[in-house]
């Protein structure tokens, strides 16, 4: 009964667009999450870049990918590191 | 001879746009004999020795277009991507049953009012034919079917429908003015005889009841009630 | 100089044909030359539905293949002197034509109109790549549906992968009762969610069925919602600012029921 008042005055907030409105935007997620490979080359060249500041990493083993499950989409990286950096490349050119 | 006029008024019914439909600019008499010449001009020449089958264009078209899913599964063709480069229906080889050329030495023993006829191909279509198929056959096309709105008929002789012809049709392609167009409802979208061209009038339009036949009389396409008997003597005559 | 206008929806039966013919006759009721090109070959429909199927001799597979030359495919509209309408061929398909000769077509035929609108078939694949090809802007049509949004999303996608960038957005059939329900997406949630220019909203209109039927774009009935919707967006294609017309204006039987009732 509240159910039906609540409908009737549009107070309702399950009421089908917004169920619409945000099955959609889930699924848009999705579909633009789509990247070109070069895009992903892109990507991935520019966070070698920014972690061999820090790390010594194996270029050749890093994987990056778009991983989408059921309500969210990641990044996820996979990148092994060789070894660490005492200090920070960038600190040294600032310093 | 009735002519339109006295066939319930049906002229009216039928624009004579002899200068083109499209476009004033159009040059009619050029138009669709040319384009078809264009296209099957060794067909014409070679119209008397070579047998219908083997005469048909676009074979090698078809060929090219195998890929294309043609035809489904029931053999029927697929509107629109069916017949790409248009091309026949008919030119399938392994065309089902249902279509039988006329064999004009029977024919040509049987009088002299038939010979008219008797250097022509004839084929038989048993299937409505649907938007987006085309016809194309350098003889006498005869439909036992209907002919739906956005298909196409275009035949070097007569073309007959046993049902309801609401497509394009172009009898006498190759500009033979003495060609017909008959139908058990007449109603096309256009109906083109050698180089002339009518189309239906717009706005809403009668549905004829009774056959008709539609032909060149003085340079115009005049569209009668089909009487048995009649149009053979005109074809003597 | 014309403009090339591309009108486009991914989802079919969203009303892109409809919105081309009806934007095309609202443009050259306003005395501007304009060509409608139908690239959907194989299921050519603009034609029946600006009642003009009879007179078709030629087609835009003919001019491609130099079969006639392009003045002679394009057929007059029965109504106003500066509208034309380059028809699809139908017994061909999508592969007949390339996107170069769409490039080339649509470069001579800016050179006679003042807009070239060209209706683009349902899908994103030759047919499409065909319609954009020579287009320079971007209609992108959707309906309130889920389907249709994210159709309507892919294919603006596409639109700024080909260079077409900015594409304006039609939002067709909304029925603005079930909006104020909250069973229908309304035009802030669309916009929200594919973020381009609004172009203008077409309410849902029994009248398209009527005039579509009569071969007469709604554009020219008076009192057709649709038809006056349309009419505000060939305004503003020309320039003109022209605000979104009041779909609150409901003539419905409930809103004259509680309009009665003192509910508004």
């Known amino acids: ?95 | 001879m009735k002519k339109t006029k006295s066939s319930k008024g049906k002229k009216l019914f039928f624009k004579n746009e002899t200068n083109g439909v499209n476009d004033p600019d159009i040059n009619t008499d050029s138009v669709d004999t040319e384009q078809e010449k264009g296209k099957e001009g060794e067909t014409v020449k070679a119209r008397e020795t070579v047998p219908a089958q083997e005469i048909k264009k676009g074979r090698q078209k078809r060929k090219k277009a195998d890929r294309e899913p043609a035809q489904d599964e029931s053999g029927e063709f697929l509107p629109g991507t069916a017949i790409p480069e248009a091309d026949e229906i008919i030119a399938e080889e392994n065309e089902p049953a249902g279509q039988t050329k006329t064999d004009s030495r029977v024919i040509k023993n049987r009088g002299p009012w038939q010979e008219a006829f008797a250097d022509d191909n004839t084929i038989l279509i048993q299937r409505t034919v649907r938007s987006g198929q085309s016809v194309r056959f350098d003889g006498n096309v005869v439909v036992m079917g209907d002919v739906n709105p956005g298909s196409e008929i275009v035949a070097s002789g007569n073309i007959v429908v046993m049902g309801a012809l609401r497509g394009v049709v172009h009898a006498g392609a190759l500009g033979n003015e003495n060609a017909t167009v008959a139908a058990f409802k007449l109603q096309p979208m256009q109906l083109r005889i050698a180089n002339h061209i009518t189309r239906a009038p717009d706005g809403d339009y009668l549905t004829p009841e009774y056959p008709e036949i539609a032909r060149i009389k003085d340079g115009v396409v005049v569209i009668e009630v089909y009487q048995m008997g009649q149009d053979r003597q005109t074809k003597i005559g | 100089m014309g403009e090339v206008i591309v009108i486009t929806s991914g989802k079919g039966g969203v009303g892109k044909t409809t919105t081309t013919a009806n934007i095309g006759t609202g443009l050259a009721a306003s005395g501007l030359k304009v060509v409608l090109v139908d690239t959907d070959i194989g299921l050519r429909n603009l034609d029946v539905v600006l009642g003009l199927e009879n007179r078709i001799v030629y087609d835009i597979v003919d001019v491609t293949h130099g079969n006639c030359r392009l003045k002679q495919a394009l057929i007059k509209d029965k109504r106003f002197e500066g509208l034309h309408l380059l028809p699809a061929a139908q017994t061909k398909d999508k592969t007949s034509v390339t996107p170069d000769q769409i490039r080339e077509l649509c470069a001579q035929l800016k050179k006679e109109f003042d807009y070239v609108i060209i209706d683009c078939p349902a899908g994103i694949e030759q047919g499409f790549k065909n319609a954009i090809a020579g287009a320079e802007k971007a209609i992108v049509v959707t309906t309130p549906e889920v389907s249709a949004v994210r159709d309507a999303d892919r294919i603006i996608g596409l639109l700024e992968a080909a260079e077409l960038h900015n594409p304006k957005l039609i939002v067709n059939r909304l029925r603005p009762l079930m909006v104020k329900r909250g069973d229908m997406m309304s035009i802030d949630d669309i916009i929200d969610i594919l973020a381009i220019d609004l172009l203008g909203v077409v309410p849902e209109d029994e009248m398209i069925v009527i005039t579509t039927n009569k071969g007469e774009p709604a554009v020219l009935d008076n009192n057709s919602r649709a038809g006056q919707a349309y009419r505000n967006v060939a305004r503003r294609i020309t320039g003109e600012d022209v605000p979104l017309m009041d779909l609150e204006a409901e003539t419905g039987l409930m809103y004259k029921l509680k309009k009665l009732i003192g509910f508004k």
Do not use: C, W
């Open chain 1, 1 to 95: 009964m509240l159910d039906f008042l609540l409908r009737v005055f549009g107070k309702d907030n399950s009421s089908s667009k917004n169920v619409a409105k945000e099955r959609l935007r889930l699924v848009l997620v999705h579909d633009r999450a789509d990247m070109s490979p070069q895009l992903i080359e892109d990507l991935k060249e520019d966070l070698i870049k920014v972690i061999s500041n820090y790390m010594e990493i194996d270029e050749n083993a890093l994987e990056v990918n778009l991983d989408s499950s059921n309500n969210t989409v990641a990044l996820v990286a996979n990148i092994p590191v060789l070894r660490m950096k005492r200090t920070s490349n960038r600190k040294e050119k600032i310093g």
